[in-house]
């Protein structure tokens, strides 16, 4: 996370190649990038850009989700299999013989993520997934992200979108003019004002009220909403049996 400018794009792009280091070195499980190819990367790192007109081409969202799965070596019937189930699970079936670019710039995004999620990378990248997406695919996201967690995959997301992160709950790494000045939970860094000031980021609306109601004895570093109502009862029941 971080302003405009902040350098997380760039960082990202190193992961799977796209950019190479010119001072240090970058190492994906082990393997030094400025050593191996784009391709031979990818197959493990998965990236879903910002603008989603970057990664299309194909002339159908059935071919574009195909695409790397043929390129990887799968099956046919592990490529049928795999589409469908990207199809679903983006709400795509019925754009399936549609060609991406006649889609809405939302519509577009999902297919970019489809068309990564097919081949089922070890690790995720997404650059600001969130945009253009209404509450519902931003809760299917949600659910697939906590889903690749419990299967120990990697899930690295560029976002400005606070809410989701809160929802999320993650490491947060934030970044301003190509350095990290934060590392840690998001509860620490999401309730810290002058953090999130600097790198022109807002408070998530669950903390902006908790910390409305520091002075009534509520805890200001609250992010989720499940422990939001356990701390409003908590409280309720101290008034009710002091």
Known sequence: MGQNGAGKTTFIKHFNGLLKPSLGTVRVNGVETTKTGVATLARNVGFVFQNPDNQLFSETVEDEIAFALKNFGFDKETIEKRVTWALDFLSLYQYRKTS???????????????????????????????????????????????????????????????????????????????????????????????????????????????????????????????????????????????
């Not at 006649?102 to 945009?131: F, N, Q």
């Not at 949600?142 to 606070?162: G, N």
């Not at 620490?188 to 109601?213: G, H, W």
Request: with cysteine.
């Open 100 to 242: 991406p670019f006649l889609l809405s710039g939302g519509e577009r995004k999902r297919v970019a993520l489809a068309s990564v999620l097919a081949w089922d990378p070890e690790t995720l990248v997404l650059d600001e997934p969130t945009i253009g997406q209404d509450h519902e695919q931003k809760e299917k996201l949600r659910q697939f992200i906590i889903q690749l967690q419990a299967k120990k995959k990697t899930v690295i997301m560029v976002t400005h979108d606070v809410e989701f992160v809160a929802e999320c709950n993650p490491r947060v790494i934030l970044m301003r003019a190509g350095k990290i000045i934060a590392n840690g939970p998001a509860k620490d860094i999401l309730t810290t004002p002058k953090l999130l000031e600097e790198s022109s980021l807002v408070l998530p609306q669950i903390a902006q009220v908790f910390t409305k109601l520091a002075h009534i004895g509520l805890p200001a570093d609250i992010i989720d909403i499940d422990e939001a109502e356990t701390a409003i009862l908590s409280k309720a029941k101290e008034k009710k049996h002091p």
